[in-house]
């Protein structure tokens, strides 16, 4: 391809760099943000500094981390909550007689 027309290599390698700052910048985010239910802005945070912190393996790692972390978090804080008591709720007045209908 690269012989035979050189200016469709540019647009080749234009629309291809599109497409992946598209994927990583929208479409990630959003597929990793449903599945571990953490925001899509915390998401990108998360990344960005797991890519700081440790390269590609905080990256790899950072979301399955956060994920557990919160899940830990959410259990530590339930068992240690007393439990809630069941709401009362009033039951409608039985009919005196069959087919009678309760005032």
């Given at each position: ?40 802005s ?38 240690t909550?007393?439990?809630k ?19």
């Open positions: 391809m690269l012989a035979l027309a050189p200016e469709k290599a540019i647009w080749v390698v234009a629309i291809f760099g599109i497409v992946q700052l598209l994927e990583n910048l929208v479409l990630v985010p959003r597929i990793q943000s449903a599945y571990f239910k953490i925001h899509p915390l998401t990108i945070v998360l990344l960005v500094v797991g890519a700081y912190i440790a390269g590609i393996w905080g990256v790899v790692l950072v979301m399955p981390l956060t994920a557990t972390a919160i899940g830990v978090l959410k259990y530590s804080r339930e068992i909550q007393p439990p008591e069941p709401e009362q709720c009033e039951l409608p007045a039985q009919a005196s007689e069959p087919g009678s209908v309760p005032q």
